[in-house]
């Protein structure tokens, strides 16, 4: 039997969800009402024109303060969607929130499109703000309204820090680990593929730096370094000075490999 609560009755339940902490989770930019376009009102249709959560079960432990929904779960809005097979929300002095499934699925409502990102695992901090997507977690994230670039990342852990501004919510950091993070970007029809065993992305400056076994390729070049750091403004590379630096590039042609 499925167990469907009005987004009002989880309000009322001690408020153990705060969906804004859900709206935030996975971003590159974060649209304000005034930044809505055309396009954004049309994809609605996909997402909740309430804000909804359901599941098939459901249990609350208030002496605790844990409440936990399992199977087909999902909780949506106009803007976001995420679905998972169990979620867990911890509340009393710290917010934690932790949904897992085969995989959970994240789709975001973006200024360019919708943000999408799948993970066994989500844990969000909501007293830290910070949210964690382990379990070999995919992000695809548009960059452009015309849905011809985008970046994707898919990494061993990604942890994402942000804050509550004026204009919204607003991404701090990003840190990826593996072996190793992988991440492409399109844009303007050339893909650069870059990959490291950590990643670190600075949402204000747009920088994205690669350390331990960096590697970057494109139609041109092929290149590994100890570190390098790539500017998403204007899509350049820069391989820092260092002793231990050693930076290898080869030329590529046409198709060749």
Same mark, same amino acid.
């Given at each position: 039997m499925?167990?469907?609560? /009005? *987004?009002?009755?989880?309000?009322?339940?001690?408020?153990?969800?705060?969906?804004?902490?859900?709206?935030? $989770?996975?971003?590159?930019?974060?649209?304000?009402a005034?930044?809505?376009?055309?396009?954004?009102?049309?994809?609605? &249709?996909?997402?909740?024109?309430?804000?909804?959560?359901?599941?098939?079960?459901?249990? &609350?432990?208030?002496? #605790?303060?844990?409440?936990?929904?399992?199977?087909?779960?999902?909780?949506?809005?106009?803007?976001?969607i995420?679905k998972?097979?169990?979620? /867990?929300?911890?509340?009393?002095?710290?917010?934690?929130?932790?949904?897992?499934?085969?995989? $959970?699925? *994240?789709?975001?409502?973006?200024?360019?499109g919708?943000? #999408?990102? /799948?993970?066994?695992?989500?844990?969000?901090?909501?007293?830290?703000?910070?949210?964690?997507?382990?379990?070999?977690?995919?992000l695809?994230?548009?960059?452009?309204?015309?849905?011809?670039?985008?970046?994707?990342?898919?990494?061993?852990?990604?942890?994402? #820090?942000y804050?509550?501004?004026?204009?919204? $919510?607003?991404?701090?950091?990003?840190?990826?680990?593996?072996?190793?993070v #992988?991440?492409?970007?399109?844009?303007?029809?050339?893909? /650069?593929?870059?990959?490291?065993?950590?990643?670190?992305?600075?949402?204000?400056?747009?920088?994205?730096?690669?350390?331990?076994?960096a590697?970057?390729?494109?139609?041109t070049?092929?290149?590994?370094?100890?570190?390098?750091?790539?500017?998403?403004?204007n899509?350049?590379?820069?391989?820092?000075?260092?002793?231990?630096?050693?930076?290898?590039?080869?030329?590529? *042609?046409?198709?060749?490999?």
């Amino acid at each position: 039997m499925e167990l469907t609560l /009005t *987004f009002s009755f989880l309000q009322n339940l001690s408020r153990i969800l705060v969906l804004k902490s859900f709206a935030i $989770v996975l971003f590159f930019i974060t649209p304000s009402a005034s930044a809505e376009t055309a396009k954004n009102h049309n994809q609605l &249709s996909s997402f909740c024109t309430k804000a909804k959560f359901q599941s098939e079960s459901m249990s &609350s432990d208030r002496k #605790k303060g844990v409440s936990i929904a399992s199977g087909n779960v999902e909780l949506c809005n106009e803007s976001f969607i995420i679905k998972s097979d169990k979620l /867990t929300i911890e509340r009393k002095q710290m917010q934690r929130i932790e949904a897992s499934g085969s995989p $959970v699925v *994240f789709r975001q409502l973006h200024q360019n499109g919708t943000l #999408k990102a /799948t993970s066994r695992t989500l844990i969000l901090d909501e007293s830290a703000s910070i949210a964690k997507l382990s379990g070999s977690p995919k992000l695809m994230i548009p960059t452009d309204s015309g849905g011809e670039s985008n970046i994707e990342i898919e990494a061993h852990l990604l942890s994402m #820090k942000y804050k509550n501004g004026s204009g919204g $919510v607003k991404g701090v950091w990003l840190d990826g680990t593996g072996s190793p993070v #992988k991440i492409s970007i399109m844009s303007d029809n050339v893909k /650069t593929q870059l990959s490291a065993n950590k990643a670190y992305f600075d949402f204000e400056k747009k920088l994205l730096t690669l350390t331990d076994n960096a590697f970057l390729q494109d139609e041109t070049i092929e290149l590994t370094a100890g570190e390098l750091i790539f500017d998403l403004n204007n899509h350049r590379w820069t391989a820092p000075p260092s002793n231990k630096q050693r930076v290898t590039i080869k030329q590529r *042609f046409g198709d060749s490999k």
